[in-house]
């Protein structure tokens, strides 16, 4: 019984992952045409893009500054965010500790509120990063 438990715990947990990738998946390209267009964002809008390619595995290095952002967001084929999003999968994430405490510290001091004013991709980014670091530290 409690093997059945667990395991109907981790199909709702699964699940809830799928739906915040299927939501980054349903983004169009104006949309995130709309994000590279920003020249110097909020920077709750640069947070929570460095946090989306950290909890994806990449380092802090690489999504530094925004320009670095913007080429992270052009990427094609399977190294675009949303090839990365749809392939990641919370239980086989290799997010270390300090990715992980970072992209949390990211999340913290963001305002949903301001990124809902500017950017719905921003909106929806910032949806995925905190479903996944709750999955991820749960």
């Keep these: ?20 990738a299927k939501r ?9 045409a709309e994000l590279k267009s920003f020249v110097d964002p909020l920077p709750e809008i640069l947070a929570v893009m460095q946090c989306t390619f950290l909890l994806l ?4 290095a690489d999504v530094k500054t925004w320009k670095q952002v913007k080429i992270m967001l052009s ?7 949303k090839r990365r999003i749809s392939d990641f999968n919370p239980l086989h994430a290799k997010v270390g ?14 305002s949903v509120a301001r990124i809902e004013s500017v950017s719905i991709g921003g909106t929806v980014f910032y949806a995925y990063c905190d479903g ?5 530290t749960s």
Excluded: P, W, Y
Aim: glycine share 6%; proline share 0%; aromatic share 4%.
């Design 24 to 32: 980054v998946k349903e983004l169009n390209s104006a949309t995130f």
């Design 97 to 110: 500790g300090r990715a992980l405490k970072k992209a949390a510290a990211l999340l913290k001091g963001v």
């Design 57 to 60: 595995g990449s380092k802090f």
């Design 1 to 20: 019984a409690a093997l059945i438990a667990e395991a109907e715990a981790l199909m709702v947990r699964l699940e809830h992952v799928h739906l915040l």
């Design 75 to 81: 990427k094609m084929g399977k190294d675009s965010v």
């Design 132 to 136: 996944i670091l709750q999955e991820l």
